[in-house]
């Protein structure tokens, strides 16, 4: 893709991004466009309907996610990088659930894609544990998959809750990372 094609690609997956989390898969096309600034035709030539473009959208999300762990220990000690990875997997499931009328066709189409995101995210989770436990900041023992159950449980409660409930949680699931029983 030519750069400006590729930067109009992006800005599309944010501009949508952003609908669907707060208005659901239903946001208006036309909004998405001209949020992303760019016109209607740009948007169907990228995104041929609606359900490819929910697909990219989740696509994207999950690959930033999974991007962010590396990135993250480039900048922060192993413990805090896990906590602000945390709460961008927060804010990625705040996406899906705006996704959630759509995704679960999306997702039943392809196995591979729902198995795919679960693994990428796992493997995040994975650097950035491995890295806590090597500096000693995290214990040894945790283990991705269940720290990803109890990720997704904290945003399944959370989400139905006041502000603030998350964030509480997810301290103390990093406390319970930090300290061994």
């Known amino acids: 893709m030519r750069a400006d094609a590729q930067q109009n690609h992006d800005k599309l997956l944010d501009a949508a991004a952003r609908a669907f989390a707060t208005q659901g898969t239903e946001a208006s096309l036309k909004d998405i466009a001209k949020d992303a600034g760019v016109g209607i035709g740009t948007l169907y030539r990228r995104f041929p309907n609606r359900e490819v473009l929910v697909e990219a959208v989740y696509r994207n999300e999950t690959a930033r996610l999974g991007a962010a762990a590396t990135e993250l220990l480039e900048k922060l000690p192993p413990l805090e990088a896990v906590r602000v990875w945390m709460d961008r997997f927060v804010d990625y499931i705040d996406t899906k659930h705006g996704m959630g009328d759509a995704l679960p066709v999306v997702l039943s189409s392809s196995g591979e894609l729902r198995m795919g995101s679960r693994q990428l995210l796992a493997d995040a989770l994975a650097v950035l544990l491995e890295a806590g436990a090597a500096d000693g900041a995290i ?19 959370a989400a139905k809750e006041p502000p603030g409930l998350a964030d509480r949680l997810l301290d103390l699931l990093v406390d319970g990372l930090r300290f061994s029983a």
């Open 139 to 157: 214990r040894a023992d945790a283990a991705p998959a269940d720290v990803l159950m109890a990720l997704g449980g904290i945003t399944l409660i």
